[in-house]
């Protein structure tokens, strides 16, 4: 399988702007989640889907930020409009999990640069 | 009172020593435990998991869980300076869905 996959790898874009992140997961897997890493706060949770319908979007840091998975195998993030202070690395990840089981697999990740 | 919490760090250690890493939860319904390595610019991998108390090991990597104290830890023997990465520490939390939050990480590096 060709693993998690994200795009584009790079965004850069300025303040104000709509900004559109990607996410094919695994094919199979039927939780999938999207993070954002900054230094200051690490990994932060923003929204998770199972089987492609949002289970909790708590992590969402305002109404900017909107996210949805039409099928199974696509994910989108949407941040309307884009702050400087959304510039981060946004990590999409897959799995299939069971009671106890059940590894997290990353794409290789968003990086945002917002101006 | 963040959900996981590490200590980030950095934690230096000389090449060969062992490494020990250690991270707290406070959820007490937390079944399933993790540990993930991230070099810098790359994404997380996972390197070990852990769900029932006492240790588990893999090479030179022992998870240790203790759920009364809510504590996780991750011991790395031989250290090596290829192991110089951030750890986090995961855990998945209680109830139906399975909802995974990341400590902030603890940035290891390893003295040649």
């Known amino acids: 399988d060709a693993g998690v996959i994200q795009s584009p790898r790079h965004e850069v874009t300025e303040m104000g702007q709509e900004v559109t992140l990607r996410c094919k997961p695994i094919s199979g897997h039927d939780y999938l989640f999207w993070y954002r890493q900054t230094m200051m706060r690490g990994l932060e949770l923003l929204i998770y889907f199972n089987n492609n319908v949002p289970i909790d979007d708590s992590g969402m840091p305002e109404d900017r930020f909107s996210a949805k998975m039409p099928n199974a195998s696509f994910s989108t993030l949407k941040i309307q409009p884009s702050e400087p202070r959304d510039s981060a690395v946004y990590f999409c990840a897959s799995s299939l999990l069971g009671t106890y089981t059940g590894e997290l697999f990353f794409g290789e990740g968003s990086r945002l640069t917002v101006l | ?112």
């Open chain 2, 1 to 112: 009172q963040k959900e996981v919490e590490q200590n980030s760090g950095p934690l230096s250690v000389p090449e060969g020593a062992i490494a020990s890493l250690n991270c707290t939860y406070s959820d007490r319904g937390s079944q399933s435990f993790f540990w993930y390595r991230q070099y810098s610019g790359k994404s997380p991998e996972l390197i070990m998991s852990i769900y029932s108390n006492g240790d588990k090991e893999d090479g030179r990597f022992t998870a240790q869980l203790n759920k009364a104290s809510q504590y996780v830890s991750l011991l790395i023997r031989d250290s090596q300076p290829s192991d110089s990465a951030t750890y986090l520490c995961a855990a998945r939390g209680s109830g139906g869905y399975q909802k995974v939050t990341f400590g902030t990480g603890t940035k290891l590096q390893v003295i040649p």
